[in-house]
Protein backbone atom coordinates (compact mmCIF):
# COMPACT_ATOMS: atom_id res chain seq x y z
CA UNK A 1 0.00 0.00 0.00
CA UNK A 2 1.26 3.52 -1.13
CA UNK A 3 1.88 5.76 1.93
CA UNK A 4 0.19 9.25 1.37
CA UNK A 5 2.66 11.54 1.54
CA UNK A 6 0.15 14.38 2.36
CA UNK A 7 -0.62 12.82 5.26
CA UNK A 8 2.58 12.77 6.98
CA UNK A 9 2.51 15.61 9.72
CA UNK A 10 6.41 17.06 10.26
CA UNK A 11 6.26 17.69 13.78
CA UNK A 12 9.84 17.98 14.32
CA UNK A 13 9.88 21.71 13.26
CA UNK A 14 6.41 22.60 14.98
CA UNK A 15 6.45 25.11 18.45
CA UNK A 16 4.54 24.03 21.09
CA UNK A 17 1.61 24.47 21.03
CA UNK A 18 -1.88 23.07 18.53
CA UNK A 19 -1.61 22.80 15.10
CA UNK A 20 -3.83 22.93 13.01
CA UNK A 21 -3.73 20.16 9.35
CA UNK A 22 -6.99 19.91 6.78
CA UNK A 23 -7.50 17.76 4.26
CA UNK A 24 -10.00 16.92 1.03
CA UNK A 25 -10.76 13.35 1.40
CA UNK A 26 -12.01 11.93 -2.38
CA UNK A 27 -11.99 8.84 -4.20
CA UNK A 28 -8.20 8.61 -4.65
CA UNK A 29 -8.15 8.23 -0.76
CA UNK A 30 -10.29 5.11 -0.71
CA UNK A 31 -8.54 3.87 -4.16
CA UNK A 32 -5.23 4.05 -2.61
CA UNK A 33 -6.50 1.58 0.12
CA UNK A 34 -7.79 -0.17 -2.20
CA UNK A 35 -11.09 0.23 -0.87
CA UNK A 36 -14.28 0.03 -3.00
CA UNK A 37 -17.08 -0.12 -1.05
CA UNK A 38 -17.69 3.50 -1.68
CA UNK A 39 -18.56 5.02 -5.06
CA UNK A 40 -17.56 8.66 -4.10
CA UNK A 41 -16.05 10.83 -1.34
CA UNK A 42 -16.32 14.10 -0.19
CA UNK A 43 -14.78 14.56 3.58
CA UNK A 44 -13.10 17.26 5.10
CA UNK A 45 -10.36 16.17 7.75
CA UNK A 46 -9.52 18.63 10.05
CA UNK A 47 -6.86 17.68 12.36
CA UNK A 48 -5.14 19.89 15.46
CA UNK A 49 -1.59 18.69 16.72
CA UNK A 50 -1.04 19.42 20.29
CA UNK A 51 2.45 19.75 20.54
CA UNK A 52 3.86 18.91 24.28
CA UNK A 53 7.01 18.72 25.59
CA UNK A 54 7.25 14.83 25.92
CA UNK A 55 4.24 13.86 24.42
CA UNK A 56 1.38 14.87 21.45
CA UNK A 57 -2.17 14.60 21.16
CA UNK A 58 -4.30 14.39 18.25
CA UNK A 59 -7.70 15.52 17.73
CA UNK A 60 -9.13 14.32 13.96
CA UNK A 61 -12.79 15.72 13.03
CA UNK A 62 -14.29 14.12 9.65
CA UNK A 63 -17.55 15.88 8.57
CA UNK A 64 -18.64 15.24 4.98
CA UNK A 65 -19.95 12.30 2.58
CA UNK A 66 -19.51 9.32 1.35
CA UNK A 67 -21.67 7.96 -1.81
CA UNK A 68 -22.89 4.54 -0.84
CA UNK A 69 -25.42 1.94 -2.34
CA UNK A 70 -28.59 1.27 -0.13
CA UNK A 71 -28.14 -2.35 1.35
CA UNK A 72 -32.27 -2.76 0.38
CA UNK A 73 -32.69 -1.29 -3.19
CA UNK A 74 -28.57 -1.04 -3.98
CA UNK A 75 -29.52 2.65 -5.25
CA UNK A 76 -26.94 5.21 -4.64
CA UNK A 77 -27.08 7.36 -2.06
CA UNK A 78 -25.27 10.34 -0.04
CA UNK A 79 -24.34 9.36 3.49
CA UNK A 80 -23.30 11.72 6.13
CA UNK A 81 -20.08 11.23 8.14
CA UNK A 82 -19.75 13.30 11.11
CA UNK A 83 -17.21 11.48 13.35
CA UNK A 84 -13.83 12.06 15.16
CA UNK A 85 -10.79 10.93 16.31
CA UNK A 86 -8.33 11.47 19.17
CA UNK A 87 -4.81 9.82 19.46
CA UNK A 88 -2.40 10.04 21.87
CA UNK A 89 1.19 10.35 20.60
CA UNK A 90 4.37 9.38 22.13
CA UNK A 91 7.61 8.22 21.54
CA UNK A 92 9.47 4.63 22.45
CA UNK A 93 11.83 2.14 21.89
CA UNK A 94 10.03 1.22 18.61
CA UNK A 95 7.06 1.78 16.37
CA UNK A 96 3.73 0.80 17.78
CA UNK A 97 0.16 1.20 16.29
CA UNK A 98 -1.73 -1.44 17.58
CA UNK A 99 -3.20 0.55 20.38
CA UNK A 100 -6.11 2.50 18.49
CA UNK A 101 -5.49 5.55 20.83
CA UNK A 102 -1.96 5.50 21.30
CA UNK A 103 0.71 5.57 18.72
CA UNK A 104 4.25 5.29 19.82
CA UNK A 105 6.77 5.96 17.44
CA UNK A 106 10.70 5.77 18.30
CA UNK A 107 12.57 8.25 19.38
CA UNK A 108 14.39 10.66 16.11
CA UNK A 109 12.08 10.44 14.53
CA UNK A 110 10.61 13.65 12.73
CA UNK A 111 7.37 13.01 11.26
CA UNK A 112 4.34 10.45 11.45
CA UNK A 113 1.74 9.57 8.63
CA UNK A 114 -2.14 9.85 10.04
CA UNK A 115 -3.46 8.47 6.51
CA UNK A 116 -4.47 5.11 8.07
CA UNK A 117 -6.39 6.48 11.43
CA UNK A 118 -8.83 8.32 8.78
CA UNK A 119 -9.50 5.67 6.69
CA UNK A 120 -10.16 3.32 9.44
CA UNK A 121 -12.16 6.40 10.95
CA UNK A 122 -14.07 7.07 8.00
CA UNK A 123 -14.79 3.12 6.84
CA UNK A 124 -16.06 2.41 10.51
CA UNK A 125 -18.26 5.81 10.60
CA UNK A 126 -20.68 4.39 7.76
CA UNK A 127 -23.13 2.19 9.30
CA UNK A 128 -22.98 -1.47 8.82
CA UNK A 129 -26.84 -1.30 7.45
CA UNK A 130 -26.95 1.42 4.95
CA UNK A 131 -30.52 2.49 4.19
CA UNK A 132 -31.33 4.79 1.13
CA UNK A 133 -33.09 7.93 3.39
CA UNK A 134 -35.71 7.84 0.79
CA UNK A 135 -36.49 4.28 2.00
CA UNK A 136 -37.42 5.69 5.23
CA UNK A 137 -39.52 8.80 4.47
CA UNK A 138 -40.69 6.92 1.53
CA UNK A 139 -39.80 9.20 -1.23
CA UNK A 140 -37.80 6.63 -3.09
CA UNK A 141 -39.52 5.37 -5.95
CA UNK A 142 -37.62 2.14 -7.05
CA UNK A 143 -38.83 -1.18 -8.74
CA UNK A 144 -36.67 -2.87 -6.24
CA UNK A 145 -38.85 -1.79 -3.10
CA UNK A 146 -42.02 -1.88 -5.19
CA UNK A 147 -40.70 -5.62 -5.53
CA UNK A 148 -40.03 -5.88 -2.23
CA UNK A 149 -43.55 -4.59 -1.29
CA UNK A 150 -45.39 -7.03 -3.78
CA UNK A 151 -43.61 -9.87 -2.22
CA UNK A 152 -44.14 -9.52 1.28
CA UNK A 153 -46.58 -11.62 3.42
CA UNK A 154 -49.91 -10.33 3.70
CA UNK A 155 -51.40 -9.37 7.25
CA UNK A 156 -54.26 -11.87 8.47
CA UNK A 157 -57.11 -9.21 9.40
CA UNK A 158 -59.07 -12.18 11.42
CA UNK A 159 -58.56 -12.59 14.69
CA UNK A 160 -59.09 -15.64 16.36
CA UNK A 161 -60.65 -15.44 19.73
CA UNK A 162 -59.96 -18.99 20.61
CA UNK A 163 -60.18 -19.21 24.35
CA UNK A 164 -59.53 -22.10 26.48
CA UNK A 165 -62.93 -22.79 28.07
CA UNK A 166 -60.95 -23.82 31.56
CA UNK A 167 -59.50 -19.92 31.82
CA UNK A 168 -63.25 -18.42 31.34
CA UNK A 169 -64.56 -18.81 34.74
CA UNK A 170 -61.17 -17.57 36.13
CA UNK A 171 -61.58 -14.81 33.85
CA UNK A 172 -64.97 -13.56 34.87
CA UNK A 173 -63.27 -13.20 38.25
CA UNK A 174 -61.29 -10.88 37.11
CA UNK A 175 -63.87 -8.56 35.63
CA UNK A 176 -66.13 -9.53 38.77
CA UNK A 177 -64.64 -6.52 40.97
Not at 8 to 33: M, Q, R, T, W
Not at 115 to 138: F, N
Request: aromatic share 10%; proline share 5%.
Amino acid sequence: MMKLKEFYIPFSGLKLGKHNFVYEIDDAFFESFDYQEFNGASVRINAVLEKMSTMMELQIKAKGTVNVDCDLTGEPYDQPIDSDLKLVVKFGEQFNDEDDEILIIPHGEHQFNIAQYIYEMLVLAVPQKRVHPGVEDGTLQSEILDKLEELQPKENTKSIEETDPRWDDLKKLLTDK
